[in-house]
């Protein structure tokens, strides 16, 4: 692909994120979907305009110890593709939460604590992904691999 193909793909996928941002800011009920236009850290990226936070996980803030595990973990889970966000379920710190499916249909919520790089938020998720939690510390995967969630 030359590299004016790649500049205006990348340019047509920011101008669709921006549009899907400007259709849903006025109605957090709609499904939003696009490819990120940046991952912030493990449970935030953004779609244009939208800032998303994933529903129902935590994960290691940029600056913490696993935090860039965790970021590029969701970056390679997303893979430059579009995903596709439930409508809004809450807000937090000026982002939208929403449960986001990749190009695959992987719950990347799921996904995260599936392979230990977030944990479950009870708090939100009413448990939604503790069996999966469990099983990522029992198999010590991503930040179980040292025994502690060092951002909690």
């Known amino acids: 692909m030359s590299c004016r193909a790649v500049i205006l793909a990348a340019a047509l996928s920011a101008i669709v994120a921006t549009q899907a941002a400007a259709q849903t800011a006025a109605d957090p009920a709609r499904e939003i979907a696009g490819v990120p236009t940046s991952i912030t850290d493990g449970d935030t990226f953004r779609l244009g305009a939208i800032r998303v936070r994933l529903w129902g996980v935590d994960a290691p ?11 590029q973990r969701l970056a390679e889970l997303i893979d430059g593709r ?19 499916l990749n190009w695959q ?14 944990v479950d938020w009870p708090s939100y998720s009413h448990g939604a992904y503790a069996a999966e939690e469990a099983r990522a510390e029992r198999a ?11 951002w909690r």
Do not use: N
Request: glycine residues 12%; charged residues 25%.
């Open 61 to 71: 803030e940029l600056a913490t110890r696993f935090g860039p595990a965790a970021r």
């Open 82 to 100: 579009a995903v596709r966000c439930g409508p809004e379920v809450g807000r937090s710190y000026r982002r939208t939460v929403r449960a986001c």
């Open 140 to 150: 010590r995967a991503g930040v179980f691999a040292y025994g502690v969630q060092p």
């Open 105 to 118: 249909g992987i719950d990347l919520s799921r996904e995260m604590v599936r392979e230990g790089w977030a």
